[in-house]
């Protein structure tokens, strides 16, 4: 299928790397020079462009990691993909799944829950802020999932879940302990919960809080994604990194767990 | 749906952990006592038993980390789930996706994959050891996996892929440079390929190779994931961890991209 | 100086490694055969010997870390040499420094400190167990350390520390907060406080009491040295490592810093 | 002793942290407002002095490792003082050493070796390039070091090391291996070599050279020190560290080394 008015394609070669929506009769500025879109439009995929000023630039289909990290807006913190990455693999989510997403910030986790529950499962992506739900709304439509997501404003630690029987919950707040009761309702009798947070005196309070509902086979993880110069005459890995992120928690709900808040 | 003969529950509790096979009329023990197979069968997932010595071990559905871990059978070093989560979220690969995967080892990898390709997409697994695709299709079936998956006993560096215009193509071996020209070949013109390799001569290797046929958008990490002890009172990272796995190169072809030998 | 009868050699090669005192008369056993320890007396260190199977081993002078990790008895969990590397550069001790430490446990951070505190310096070493005072003592006797360290057994928490004006204090124990109003008596006044303790919830308590008391420049870090396989053919890091240790809070006094204990 | 005219401090407090030489009749200008150092000339270390906003600053005296991360030139990339603490512990240098230092760079390592090898030992610091030298002058006189220090203007790996019996020799270099031959002769004969490098690169080359020549007990290590936000109710690690310095290579020399080339 060739490239087509309105897509968006990923630019990469000679220090390029960006993410660009193709416009008929516009034109595209990059640090080694212009590129026409129309000169893009109907290419196949993988073709390469030279700017104005001779350089080759290829033309690809954009993997939903490049949208999210190059063209989705953003209102609060985000999950980072590494960390969304091993929340849905430890976590067992999969095309079918039914999550529930809270809070949602600016949507990149709903997004990649959305991705990997396609076709048949849903998202339940839950916030108290309206910036949030709307931010996020755009940045599901922009990248075509909105389809397999329901948006919800509103408190989950006040005003609890829509929905029951769930495979997971995340919960991504500055206080998931106060969530978790209506969490534990809104899980299936051995559902997955899910707590993102960045500091360890939320930890501990999280670890404190499930311990005493009876959540079972609790794990925490941080991840570490190292990135490296690939330059082969200099290979070593980059000198700042993000170092940290959140620390994860995972655990598993029982019919023994309690709705009751922990004291 | 209650737990039947025959299924796979994870048993959890006190300090017992393992993923059992519920078969009528058998015992299963624990560092906690005993349990009887009948008393599981007919339950809720997320019930709770007693062992023959009192103890409560809840009895949940295994994720499928679970299942892979703790009952798959290997015939050689396997992908971990944390590196399977960084290739998949990384690649775009998620459901619908087709995807090669050389070579398939205990078909860990390939598990991940056809997981997170369903319902509409596909794997095809590659591997020139009889004893691989033997033990790799025995995994998949008891994963319930092996729909999803094509397995095919053959050497890709010499004798190539079957498929073509694939989405992502994986690369798990020895001397995974020897197979970058029939990966490109299987390829769609700006597919993803991802080369996993242990050491950093490898790595050298790849790199200079990926340089010299063109591939573009060259990135490479590697992965750690730490986990931690949860215990409310005693919170610390666990002392020894899985340290190094290998390193993720992940680059995309373009249609410049040669399938010429690199020199 | 030629190797004499009751010296320590680190023996070397084809696999072997360790710390052995050469004892006239004695037997060698390795992994890769016998050496008569009468044929090492009056060589020169760096000198290569060969086993009855053949293969050549190097003689070299060990250096304190190989004597404390292959030689030195352990009571307790010790202080890794890459967590006394940090703390004796980051509190600015060296030569002339006067350092307490508390408590002393198998003396591994008493006799690093005592190794480069020389030959002016001297260090106090507290514990409350007198085992732990008889192995540090004889541990510190065999690395020839013990002139420059005064052994005490004592609980600095209740009984205080006999010294003052330290230029450090190291606090190595379970309960460190309730130590730190005697160590800020014994520092100078702009002495440096390093509290080594391995989890979280410890962490939390020694910086709210740090806060609380008026400790300035507060600083944590946590360290790991990763090591890894230096076979040419086959460079990686080491599979499994130590991960985790403790984390180091290194601190500064000042007049204003209040003995009093903290809330 | 008070602090005099011309002695450098450093100032902590309310996000003020820097190193300053305190001179007669001159201000200080800080985040927090403006001291004057006349009012510091006099005081005891540890004491605090309020700012002309009123806040409290702290004066102490700066550790060696503030001095030369606030105070030092710098001409080079330089050795952090995590890397310094790894190399001086891993090696068994420490009060007497006799250790070289090429190529000097900045001074950095240099700076660390002399504060400790005090007060009986040397250093000896090469470098072909005369600005490096005369930075590293300049930073060890300021830091009082230059007593304990040769700095030699010479290529090591033409013309070589003009000591013998050396117990250690440090290479940080941009080509190492070719200096390898001329530090084998500079050391004892079970002398310890020390080389940082930052790719992978120089990595398989230093490796395969150590191979060749018959340096035993290779040894090598990267070092992460994670920093962490200390206040006491948002404790996490720092969002952005600077994840990688070089690799430290450390290695025996015996009598058999070869002091010929590698191939």
Redesign the interface.
Known sequence: MPIRDGDYV?L??DGV?SVIKVTRGSRVSTIRGVINADSIIGL?????VRTNLGY?I????P???DMLLERADRVTQVIY??D???I?????I???SRVADAGVGSGFMTA?LA??V???GRVYGYDKRDDAIRIARKNLEMLGLLEWVELRLRDVSTEGFLENDLDAVILDMGDPWNAIPNATRAL?????LIVYV????Q??KV??TL?EVGY?????????????K?E??????????????G?L?IS?????TTTEPAK
Chains 1, 2, 3, 4 share one sequence.
């Open positions: 990923l990469v070669g790397r196949e995929y993988g073709s390469t080759e290829a033309v690809l289909r993997l939903i990691t993909p590494k969304a990455a091993q849905i693999v430890s976590s067992g999969g095309p079918g990649m991705y990997y396609r076709p048949t299936r009798p051995d559902g997955v960045p500091t360890i005196n930890v501990i670890l404190n311990h079972v086979d609790v794990k925490m993880v941080d991840v570490t994604v190292r990135e490296w690939t082969p005459s200099e290979i070593r890995p980059q000198t700042w990194v993000n170092a940290h992120t620390y928690i598993r709900r029982t019919l023994r």
